[in-house]
């Protein structure tokens, strides 16, 4: 079976600026594949280009079997695509909204309205059906975008930071959607900068600085980039002792979140106890210290420090 | 295939003509201002502006001091369409009002006028304050009209044979050179012009603003259906105010309708697409709102109401700007009104101006959409 998407040395240049660097993968039919960066790493330069939206400047893609370059008007016919700057008609009713880009993709008559009633059950959109778009919480908005981009049942949907801005329990009623769509065999392509979220993700691919420097399973990712043990510890007089702890034997990272912080150490060469011992050794008393599993965070902030020591 | 190949165009043009529709009754009270904007202003204009030259000051300087010259003040301030304000004064002191802006005329009749009369040849001289265009030549066309009713008065009992006075001045299609005649052609262009490129640019920008442009090109709705769909509403929209116009200028200010009404669609639809594709091409170069309505408003409010022989003559034009004027369809769309309007032309002479509005709406639809990428590069 062919991939329902091939990138081959995509780039994209604006001016001197290389947006998107000789980027090339694959995506298989049905799969969730995410696509991590940070602000201005290139996620969404890479998906217009994808959707047709942008030419690139070199290499190239095929998309649902077209060429993005060559042929983005069939390309377009057999994607959904849902923009990160919100795009639905606000002023305009909910039904409205999936009416008219219903039509747009070609649906009319008994066939748009059967499309519109299965899609408003699927995303449960029923109660707000005849609200003003503009009026509804964020979450609500986002599904009725994702309705918007589905209607036309596209083999592949690109969904440019879905979630931005969305609290976390809308979250995760989103991304059954998305489980849903995937499971019918829809290939979905998404952008994020949760880590949590790409979690769902059959596969990553992590862009830095329009490189895509990364590209493998969850757990792929975190056995390659953020090996060892993660431990984190929580206790007082902590800042001055985890200045002291970076660069010592056998820790690979150190990064603070909250009141606590995480240590991630290769378990050959130091041990957990060693750790607690010195850190009390340094005032952390009474220290806490608990067992924890590396998170897409720890592959990312590895791979952005590596980048950046790369380029000094 | 062909046709349904087409069946789909057409459903995707009427999708975003649809679309377009629902925003507007969404915003319902834009439309009203744009219906009840035209009638307001062709009251406004048609009842408070007015170019018509009544009660005009006159110095007379009757230097002859006979009868006769005296009947013929009489009689050219009879209808008082000329007011004395000063009589008897010299020449000099005449001019000095009129410097002073005591007066917008000086009537004056020189020494031996009655002998003249009799003879068969007289002229008086009326001096006429030339800082008001407007108002000198509209003296100038009365004065000329009753100085030669009041001659041939004259010249009846002492039977001159020849016209004793010399002026042959006759308003043609617009005897009573109403203002309104005049102004209800160039007030429609004006109106049309603000509504159609202003709302068009407005509704244009507003979807690259708010990101819908984006969302649009990644569906398989083709710039020209993306194009015409979103015109669509306006156009209809435009076309309807025309009528009110039209009617509100037959009803309150007698302007007939006396052309072909043929010529008359045509104008108006021709000059509408070019408006709506001017719009559409601010709108596709500022890509955003506020620009956009500045830009709309130097580029088509203006011109239509300056140089387009709504309120000043196209001929009095200087050069440069008269040049300029070529290029602004509302020209061509006031003279195809006032054809059709008050002279009752057709097709046969109103022609020339119907292929410059179709020329300007062609080229400008073609830039328009050549700039209007459905890609955001």
């Given at each position: 079976?062919?991939?329902a998407?091939?990138?081959?040395?995509?780039?994209?240049?604006f001016?001197?600026?290389?947006?998107?660097?000789?980027v090339?993968?694959?995506?298989?039919?049905?799969e969730?594949?995410?696509?991590?960066g940070?602000?201005?790493a290139?996620k969404?330069?890479?998906?217009r280009m994808?959707?047709?939206?942008?030419?690139?400047?070199?290499g190239g893609a095929?998309v649902?079997g077209?060429d993005?370059?060559?042929?983005?008007?069939?390309?377009k016919?057999g994607?959904?695509?849902m923009?990160?700057k919100?795009?639905l008609?606000?002023?305009?009713?909910?039904?409205?909204?999936?009416e008219?880009?219903?039509?747009?993709y070609?649906?009319h008559?008994?066939?748009?309205?059967?499309?519109i009633?299965?899609?408003?059950?699927?995303?449960q959109?029923?109660?707000?059906q005849?609200?003003?778009t503009?009026a509804?919480?964020?979450?609500?908005?986002?599904?009725?975008?994702l309705a918007s981009?589905?209607l036309h049942?596209p083999?592949?949907v690109?969904?440019?930071?879905p979630?931005?801005?969305?609290?976390?329990v809308?979250?995760?009623?989103?991304?059954?959607?998305?489980?849903d769509?995937?499971?019918?065999?829809?290939?979905?392509?998404?952008t994020?900068?949760?880590?949590?979220?790409?979690?769902?993700?059959?596969r990553?691919g992590?862009?830095?600085d329009?490189?895509l420097?990364?590209?493998?399973t969850p757990?792929?990712?975190?056995r390659t980039h953020?090996p060892g043990?993660?431990?984190?510890?929580?206790?007082p007089?902590?800042?001055?002792?985890?200045?002291s702890l970076?660069?010592?034997a056998g820790?690979?990272d150190?990064?603070?979140?909250?009141?606590g912080a995480?240590v991630r150490?290769?378990p050959?060469r130091?041990s957990a106890e060693?750790?607690?011992?010195?850190?009390?050794?340094?005032?952390?008393?009474?220290?806490?210290?608990?067992?924890?599993?590396?998170?897409?965070?720890?592959?990312?902030?590895?791979l952005?420090?590596?980048?950046q020591?790369?380029?000094d | 295939?062909?046709?349904?190949?087409v069946n789909?165009?057409?459903?995707?043009?009427l999708?975003?003509?649809?679309k377009?529709?629902l925003?507007i009754?969404?915003?319902i009270?834009?439309?009203y201002?744009?219906?009840?904007?035209?009638?307001?202003m062709?009251?406004?204009?048609g009842?408070g502006?007015?170019?018509?030259?009544?009660?005009?000051?006159?110095v007379?300087v009757?230097q002859?001091?006979?009868?006769l010259?005296?009947?013929?003040?009489?009689?050219?301030?009879?209808?008082?369409?000329f007011v004395?304000?000063?009589?008897g004064?010299?020449?000099?002191?005449?001019?000095?009002?009129l410097?002073?802006?005591?007066?917008t005329g000086?009537f004056?009749?020189?020494?031996?006028?009655?002998?003249d009369?009799?003879?068969?040849?007289a002229q008086?001289?009326?001096?006429?304050?030339?800082?008001?265009?407007?108002?000198?030549t509209?003296?100038?066309?009365?004065a000329?009209?009753l100085?030669e009713?009041?001659?041939?008065?004259?010249?009846?009992?002492?039977r001159?044979?020849?016209?004793?006075?010399?002026?042959?001045v006759?308003t043609?299609f617009?005897?009573?050179?109403?203002?309104?005649m005049f102004?209800v052609?160039?007030?429609?262009a004006?109106?049309?012009?603000?509504?159609?490129?202003?709302?068009?640019?407005?509704?244009?920008?507003?979807?690259w603003?708010?990101?819908s442009?984006e969302?649009l090109?990644?569906?398989?709705?083709?710039?020209?259906?993306?194009?015409?769909g979103?015109?669509?509403?306006?156009?209809?929209?435009g076309?309807?105010?025309?009528?009110?116009?039209?009617t509100v200028g037959?009803?309150?200010?007698?302007?007939?309708?006396?052309?072909?009404?043929?010529?008359?669609?045509?104008g108006?639809?021709?000059?509408?697409?070019?408006?709506?594709?001017?719009g559409?091409?601010?709108s596709v170069?500022t890509?955003?709102?506020?620009?956009?309505?500045?830009?709309?408003?130097?580029?088509s409010?203006l011109p239509?109401m300056l140089?387009?022989g709504?309120?000043f003559?196209?001929?009095?034009?200087?050069?440069?700007?008269?040049l300029?004027s070529?290029?602004?369809?509302a020209?061509?769309f006031?003279a195809t009104?006032?054809?059709v309007?008050?002279?009752?032309?057709?097709?046969?002479?109103?022609w020339?101006?119907?292929?410059?509005?179709?020329?300007?709406?062609?080229?400008v639809l073609?830039?328009?959409t050549?700039?209007?990428q459905?890609?955001?590069d």
């Amino acid at each position: 079976m062919t991939p329902a998407i091939e990138v081959h040395h995509l780039t994209r240049r604006f001016g001197t600026f290389t947006a998107v660097d000789d980027v090339s993968f694959e995506v298989g039919a049905g799969e969730i594949f995410g696509y991590l960066g940070a602000n201005g790493a290139g996620k969404s330069t890479t998906i217009r280009m994808l959707c047709g939206l942008l030419k690139p400047t070199g290499g190239g893609a095929r998309v649902a079997g077209f060429d993005v370059g060559q042929e983005p008007e069939r390309v377009k016919a057999g994607i959904g695509y849902m923009s990160q700057k919100f795009s639905l008609y606000l002023d305009l009713s909910v039904r409205a909204n999936l009416e008219f880009f219903a039509s747009a993709y070609g649906a009319h008559g008994r066939e748009l309205k059967t499309r519109i009633g299965e899609m408003v059950e699927r995303m449960q959109l029923g109660a707000v059906q005849d609200e003003v778009t503009g009026a509804l919480p964020g979450g609500m908005q986002q599904r009725v975008a994702l309705a918007s981009a589905v209607l036309h049942r596209p083999r592949i949907v690109f969904l440019d930071e879905p979630t931005a801005g969305v609290d976390p329990v809308q979250r995760r009623s989103f991304w059954e959607l998305i489980r849903d769509l995937a499971s019918r065999g829809t290939t979905v392509f998404v952008t994020t900068h949760y880590m949590d979220e790409a979690e769902n993700c059959a596969r990553i691919g992590i862009m830095v600085d329009g490189k895509l420097v990364a590209l493998d399973t969850p757990e792929g990712l975190k056995r390659t980039h953020a090996p060892g043990r993660v431990l984190e510890v929580r206790g007082p007089r902590l800042s001055p002792a985890l200045d002291s702890l970076r660069g010592m034997a056998g820790v690979l990272d150190v990064s603070r979140f909250g009141s606590g912080a995480t240590v991630r150490v290769d378990p050959e060469r130091l041990s957990a106890e060693t750790l607690a011992d010195w850190l009390r050794a340094r005032g952390v008393d009474p220290l806490e210290l608990e067992d924890s599993a590396p998170t897409l965070d720890d592959v990312f902030l590895a791979l952005t420090a590596r980048a950046q020591r790369g380029e000094d | 295939m062909a046709a349904t190949r087409v069946n789909r165009r057409v459903g995707r043009i009427l999708a975003m003509a649809g679309k377009e529709v629902l925003h507007i009754r969404r915003d319902i009270r834009t439309l009203y201002l744009a219906l009840a904007m035209p009638v307001l202003m062709l009251v406004l204009f048609g009842f408070g502006i007015s170019f018509d030259v009544d009660h005009l000051e006159l110095v007379v300087v009757d230097q002859d001091r006979t009868d006769l010259s005296r009947e013929l003040v009489r009689q050219v301030t009879a209808s008082q369409e000329f007011v004395v304000v000063q009589d008897g004064t010299s020449p000099d002191e005449a001019l000095g009002a009129l410097r002073r802006g005591a007066a917008t005329g000086v009537f004056l009749i020189n020494k031996g006028f009655a002998e003249d009369v009799k003879r068969g040849g007289a002229q008086v001289q009326l001096l006429v304050d030339g800082s008001d265009g407007n108002t000198a030549t509209q003296a100038l066309a009365k004065a000329q009209a009753l100085v030669e009713m009041a001659g041939r008065n004259l010249g009846g009992p002492v039977r001159v044979t020849a016209p004793p006075l010399e002026a042959r001045v006759r308003t043609l299609f617009n005897p009573d050179a109403r203002s309104a005649m005049f102004l209800v052609p160039g007030l429609a262009a004006y109106l049309l012009a603000i509504v159609a490129v202003l709302i068009t640019a407005l509704t244009v920008a507003r979807e690259w603003e708010r990101g819908s442009m984006e969302q649009l090109f990644a569906t398989p709705v083709g710039r020209l259906e993306i194009v015409v769909g979103k015109l669509l509403p306006y156009l209809g929209i435009g076309l309807l105010q025309v009528l009110l116009v039209l009617t509100v200028g037959a009803w309150v200010f007698d302007v007939p309708v006396r052309g072909s009404l043929l010529a008359l669609g045509l104008g108006s639809f021709l000059f509408l697409v070019g408006m709506l594709g001017q719009g559409l091409l601010i709108s596709v170069v500022t890509r955003n709102q506020v620009v956009a309505t500045q830009v709309a408003t130097i580029t088509s409010v203006l011109p239509s109401m300056l140089l387009s022989g709504f309120i000043f003559p196209i001929e009095n034009l200087p050069p440069p700007l008269k040049l300029i004027s070529t290029l602004i369809p509302a020209r061509y769309f006031v003279a195809t009104l006032r054809g059709v309007l008050l002279r009752g032309n057709g097709l046969d002479v109103l022609w020339p101006q119907l292929v410059a509005l179709a020329l300007f709406a062609a080229l400008v639809l073609a830039v328009a959409t050549r700039r209007f990428q459905r890609r955001l590069d």
